[in-house]
């Protein structure tokens, strides 16, 4: 099985500011990677499917890259509705596993 | 409008069965592989389980492997996972969501517990 390590864990962050959330697989996915928030009581929405393209609607603030193992999601000045916390996903084999997550906080 | 729309959670002595529903409108489902996922509470979200569009390849997580079934009917647009032998880490909201993570459920409730 593929194993997705996110860091950090919690990221303190401002309004404004410029933050990067790292995903390394154990093994090579290729570009096989979805970046996921995540609020509390609602489901998952999706950022960024294969590494860096960005899902329809999603603010051009987010963006996604990296091949192979290692992978980043990079979010551009930080706006309010933007803390939450951050998941990736593999799609390369089953199981599908996501990363543990990466709170995002004030 | 893409809907998605779980039923069937509820609270189930551990050892018992429950069967998950989803139904799907607003999208082509006889084209679309379909996922299950759950997320126990305060947890990372779990993929649980993948089905193609047309029921022929089949995952599951090596948690649930033996114990959950996944189906559909794409004649009613609708998921399913039947879950037996439940056990109290099951216990999680659990997500219908086509494969490639563009659209969710709003999630259904599963309590294992005597």
């Known amino acids: 099985d593929i194993q997705m390590t996110q860091s950090p864990p919690s990221l303190p962050a401002s309004v404004g500011d410029r933050v990067i959330i790292t995903c390394r697989a154990s093994?090579?996915?290729?570009?096989?990677l979805k970046w996921y928030q995540q609020k509390p009581g609602k489901a998952p929405k999706l950022l960024i499917y294969?590494?860096?393209s960005l899902q329809s609607g999603v603010p051009s603030s987010f963006s996604g890259s990296g091949s192979g193992t290692d992978f980043t999601l990079t979010i551009n000045s930080l706006q309010p509705e933007d803390f939450a916390t951050y998941y990736c996903?593999?799609?390369?084999?089953?199981?599908?596993?996501f990363g543990q997550g990466t709170k995002l906080e004030i | 409008e893409v809907q998605l729309v779980e039923s069937g959670g509820g609270l189930v002595q551990p050892g018992g069965s429950l069967r998950l529903s989803c139904a799907a409108s607003?999208?082509?489902?006889?084209?679309?592989?379909m996922i299950w996922v759950r997320q126990a509470p305060g947890k990372g979200p779990e993929w649980v389980s993948h089905?193609?569009?047309?029921?022929?390849?089949?995952h599951y997580a090596d948690s649930v492997k033996g114990r959950f079934t996944i189906s559909r009917d794409n004649a009613k647009s609708s998921l399913y996972l039947q879950m037996s032998s439940l056990r109290a880490e099951d216990t999680a909201v659990y997500y219908c969501?086509?494969?490639?993570?563009?659209?969710w459920g709003q999630g259904t409730l599963v309590t294992v517990s005597s």
């Open positions: 607003g999208f082509t489902f006889s084209s679309s592989n």
């Open positions: 996903q593999q799609s390369y084999n089953a199981p599908y596993n």
């Open positions: 294969d590494a860096s």
């Open positions: 089905i193609d569009n047309s029921g022929g390849s089949i």
């Open positions: 969501a086509t494969s490639g993570g563009s659209h």
């Open positions: 093994q090579s996915i290729s570009n096989s």
